[in-house]
């Protein structure tokens, strides 16, 4: 089937530790996004990626970092730097000049 | 600032009863907007957007949407609401050729739509 794959649904970090998000695209898209989701804030942006080996910085890109080697990959890296991390992240992908953004189904990341 | 509001946190209606969930924006130029629904523990699923011509946009699951410039809104509607439409919704809007991320999008904080039956 075609879509966006996030893995793992859940995931546990302790202080200090780093942990990576996995986002694999079939569609065939272009650009790659990745969102977090906070209880009554909206969804706000991490990071993007348009094309292969570019990846431009978003709205609360701190203590986050990412890597576009393949189309169809956009992995996040969730360091120790970023101090509130709990949330629900969501990965997204779109075609470079098409208009609407798909998402996946989302990764929910614990500090524990 | 470029902003995206959604002015309702929860929407109750009865089962049968028309809905809307009420959307407002405050973008320079001519913005795209969009609706998404969410379900527990999922990620968004798109519903609709409007990016011109005709100023009522149809979309998934019987969902509508108007345009209206003059009031910069984006109202999402339905003419008879379902127990499963209870979702949250999310209203959002491209900016127009924001830094070359010309897919960038600003998303409203999110309305809990609850059907009774």
């Known amino acids: 089937d075609g879509g966006i794959t996030q893995s793992p649904k859940y995931l546990f970090r302790k202080e200090g530790q780093n942990v990576t998000l996995s986002c694999e695209q079939n569609?065939?898209?272009?650009?790659m996004y990745w969102y977090r989701q906070d209880p009554g804030q909206g969804l706000r942006l991490i990071y993007y990626?348009?094309?292969?080996?570019?990846?431009q910085k978003g709205d609360i890109a701190e203590g986050y970092s990412v890597s576009r080697e393949k189309k169809e990959s956009f992995p996040l890296t969730v360091t120790s730097a970023q101090k509130n991390p709990t949330a629900f992240y969501l990965c997204?992908?779109?075609?470079?000049?098409?208009?609407?953004?798909?998402f996946g189904e989302g990764s929910w990341l614990t500090v524990v | 600032a470029q902003s995206v509001a959604q002015p309702e946190d929860q929407v109750n209606v009865a089962e049968g009863n028309p809905l809307t969930v009420k959307c407002t924006y405050s973008?320079?130029?001519?913005?795209?907007l969009f609706w998404y629904v969410q379900y527990p523990n999922r990620g968004l699923q798109f519903l609709l957007k409007?990016?011109?011509?005709?100023?009522l946009v149809k979309g998934s699951y019987g969902f509508e949407a108007e345009f209206n410039k003059s009031q910069t809104s984006f109202h999402l509607k339905k003419p008879s609401a379902l127990v499963s439409d209870s979702a949250l919704y999310f209203c959002?809007?491209?900016?127009?050729?924001?830094?070359?991320?010309?897919?960038?999008?600003?998303f409203g904080t999110g309305t809990l739509l609850a059907v009774q039956p």
């Open positions: 997204a992908s779109s075609l470079a000049e098409g208009n609407t953004i798909y």
């Open positions: 569609l065939n898209h272009d650009a």
């Open positions: 990626s348009q094309i292969v080996n570019d990846f």
């Open positions: 973008v320079s130029g001519n913005p795209y």
């Open positions: 409007y990016i011109t011509g005709d100023n």
């Open positions: 959002a809007v491209r900016l127009p050729f924001y830094g070359g991320a010309t897919n960038k999008l600003i």
